[in-house]
């Protein structure tokens, strides 16, 4: 087996010894450290992301493949800020929230931990967030992209709130926003005037990779 | 006993840790003791009749909570308790629960496994959300259960005098004491004015705008219960806690709420399980609570009728009744929405299975529990009815298993593409507030399919 075949199975089996020693093994070989994490372990954690949504496999166990592929990509880390060859981060800052009044932070959290094996430093703002520490902090780091939950109708209105703000401090178009949780819709979000929206954590990757690149 | 002012001395003196630290602690400690007690799912007996297994569980979910305790999101702290301590807040902890009063009072207590008593029912809508100008008649519709011990309403949706309705807002406590006025209204126009609220205020959560509301010059009586959730998986922060001086000192019914995510912290079906049981000793000790509401749910399909999720309410339900007294009110949820035969054989599946479990009955979570006015009555009547004949044939487990089975076969298919339904104005006169004869024929037709699974309706 090709090594980047391994070392997506290491991801999906979670194995972070295994991880580290197929990113050594790729130093040695001289393989290009981006193309390793791109076409290695997250190829893996593609598959874990997969296998989480349909019920194969269970949020500690996406965790623990989360862990398996950073220790991996941390050995590898030094070669591409050497190099200059790319970043880790190539989609940027993501800053996420769940909402002011709620108290629902799983699937945040589920969005959080695969935007983070897919290229995006997270800033976590916890759950039970107000809009201004949202927009503050988004603003302070320059976010590529803001993701915000909310499962409660009595907090989803909170999310126009922040849209607005965003539009009335001119800062919308830098700082695009996406929203998702249960009782949130794709018409809804277009209603408000959200920048993106994902059903599951699977979807939020794709929206938000859309959204830094712009 | 360990009181709930030494629960928050230890909130603030425990081990200090992460969150996500303490995650990974949960599910470490969960899966070593799934396997030292050798608790396996199996899908072939989903009302397994194997008392080892549930008094496994029970001893498992003890060790569990030792090891874990509660987290204080406040404190980042670890609150642990003694096996000796646990022991003794359980067994201290109250075995019957009265909701209303006069007439339409109405009793919970503490079931055992087989149990020949009925199961005490609550009728609910959960919290889908109605708008305004229909709250009162679907409260009033749900209220009108026949066989309901206890209701609960809808959840106001949207806006309240034209501002919508957030969290923490002022708004919350103006639409809250709204909400109880107008779910006291509803009793009495069906007929109940005496008839509990299980839980009292659900557009609304924070501890400003239940107090305010919970007033008997509100329509609130002092039975009705106000309840407080723990925060999945095992977490508690003091935004939830606060209501508990007020609770005990005021003498309102407190009902601890928990609803752990299969898939999630606590893994698959097993450790799941355990954890819903060490949730009811972080009822005791963070909350005081009187009596539990466990909603455990798959993480993915939102419900919990599929087949590992009823083992789990099988299981864990009689873990409890076999060696507590505590009050265990468990949830139905249901992916299948209103006027759906999916929705009836759910409902179905979940009273066998709780029934012969030990569990009371609080019915139920429909469509997943999250679309407007996705609520409807005659699924939550047959549930209620399921129950209560259940109990009087004295069904075992074991009779119960194929049944249970019986009824996953015409749906369990079909949970992840689970059919809508009707919304509630499609399927009740709006004028009577009586259900559609199309919806009645409907509740017919799966009586007497039921009938024809063994169900003695005779009973009622
Ligand atoms: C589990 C649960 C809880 C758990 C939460 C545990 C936790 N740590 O998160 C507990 C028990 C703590 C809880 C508490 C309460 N809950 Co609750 N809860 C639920 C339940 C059953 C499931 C939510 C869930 O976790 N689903 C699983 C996750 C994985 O799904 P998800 O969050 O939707 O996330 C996925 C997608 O939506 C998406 N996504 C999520 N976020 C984002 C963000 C972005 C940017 C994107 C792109 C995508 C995305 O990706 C995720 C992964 O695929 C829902 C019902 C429902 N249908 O949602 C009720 C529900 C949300 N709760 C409700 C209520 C009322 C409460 C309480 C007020 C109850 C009470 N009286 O105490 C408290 C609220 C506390 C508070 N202030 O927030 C109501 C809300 C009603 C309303 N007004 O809208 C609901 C709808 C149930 C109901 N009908 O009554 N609850």
Not at chain 2, 195 to 212: F, N, Q, R
Not at chain 2, 235 to 251: C, H, I, L, Y
Not at chain 2, 301 to 310: D, E, H, K
Request: a negative charge.
């Amino acid at each position: 087996m090709d090594i980047l075949k391994q070392m997506a199975e290491a991801v999906i089996a979670g194995d972070a010894e295994h991880c580290v020693s197929l990113a050594k093994q790729a130093m040695e070989n001289n393989l290009d450290p981006v193309e390793v994490i791109q076409q290695g372990f997250s190829k893996g954690m593609d598959t874990v992301g997969g296998k989480f949504e349909s019920g194969e496999m269970f949020l500690p166990e996406m965790m623990q493949a989360a862990e398996a592929m950073k220790g991996g990509v941390a050995v590898l880390k030094p070669a591409i800020e050497s190099t200059g060859s790319g970043s880790l981060t190539e989609f940027g800052k993501a800053v996420l929230a769940t909402i002011q009044g709620d108290m629902h932070d799983i699937g945040k959290n589920i969005v959080k931990l695969l935007l983070s094996t897919s290229g995006f430093e997270i800033i976590d703002l916890g759950k039970d967030v107000k809009v201004a520490v949202i927009i503050d902090k988004a603003e302070e780091i320059h976010a590529d992209v803001i993701g915000v939950s909310a499962l409660m109708t009595t907090t989803m209105g909170y999310m126009p709130e922040l849209i607005q703000e965003l539009q009335e401090l001119g800062i919308k178009e830098e700082l695009p926003v996406m929203v998702g949780g249960a009782p949130v819709t794709e018409e809804w979000a277009k209603e408000i005037g959200a920048d993106g929206y994902a059903k599951d954590a699977v979807g939020a990757v794709r929206t938000a990779k859309g959204l830094a690149k712009k | 006993m360990v009181t709930f002012w030494e629960v928050l001395e230890r909130c603030g003196k425990g081990q200090r840790m992460q969150e996500s630290d303490y995650d990974a602690l949960l599910y470490k400690s969960v899966s070593k003791l799934i396997e030292k007690y050798d608790i396996k799912f199996d899908p072939g007996q989903i009302v397994p009749d194997d008392d080892s297994l549930a008094d496994r569980a029970y001893e498992a979910a003890v060790e569990l909570f030792e090891q874990v305790g509660f987290y204080c999101l406040d404190t980042k702290r670890v609150v642990r308790f003694s096996r000796s301590e646990i022991e003794e807040r359980v067994a201290l902890a109250p075995d019957t629960y009265t909701w209303g009063e006069g007439k339409d009072r109405g009793v919970t207590y503490s079931r055992k496994v087989e149990d020949l008593r009925d199961p005490s029912f609550v009728a609910s809508g959960l919290g889908v959300p109605v708008p305004q100008d229909m709250f009162v008649k679907v409260c009033q519709a749900i209220a009108s259960v026949p066989l309901a011990d206890a209701f609960c309403g809808v959840s106001l949706q949207d806006t309240f005098r034209g501002i919508p309705i957030r969290a923490g807002h002022p708004v919350e406590v103006a639409a809250a004491i709204w909400d109880v006025s107008k779910r006291r209204e509803a009793a009495r126009l069906a007929g109940r004015p005496g008839l509990g609220l299980y839980a009292m205020i659900s557009c609304a959560e924070s501890t400003a705008a239940i107090i305010a509301a919970a007033r008997e010059q509100f329509g609130a009586l002092p039975a009705d219960v106000t309840q407080n959730g723990a925060i999945a998986e095992l977490k508690v922060d003091f935004a939830r806690m606060n209501k508990v001086p007020w609770q005990t000192e005021s003498g309102a019914g407190i009902a601890g709420l928990y609803g752990p995510l299969m898939g999630g912290y606590a893994g698959g079906p097993e450790g799941t399980m355990l954890t819903q049981i060490a949730h009811f000793f972080l009822g005791l000790f963070a909350f005081n609570a009187d009596y539990h509401i466990p909603f455990p749910i798959d993480l993915h399909q939102v419900c919990n009728s599929t087949s590992p999720m009823l083992w789990l309410v099988s299981v864990y339900s009689q873990a409890l009744a076999r060696n507590t007294h505590l009050l265990n009110e468990s949830v139905s949820m249901a992916a299948a929405g209103p006027a759906t035969r999916m929705l009836f054989y759910e409902l179905a599946a979940h009273a066998v299975t709780a029934t012969v479990s030990g569990a009371n009955l609080v019915a139920a979570g429909i469509a997943r529990d999250k679309y407007p006015e996705r609520v409807s009555t005659l699924e939550i009547q047959t549930a209620s009815e399921v129950g209560h004949i259940v109990a009087r044939m004295g069904m075992t487990r074991k009779e119960a298993n194929p049944l249970v089975k019986a009824l996953l076969s015409k749906y369990e298919k079909d949970v992840p593409d689970a059919p809508l339904g009707k919304k509630f104005s499609e399927i009740y006169d709006m004028e009577k507030v009586t259900p559609l004869p199309e919806y009645l024929k409907l509740y017919e037709s799966i009586r007497e399919e039921l009938a024809k699974l063994g169900l003695n309706y005779s009973l009622l």
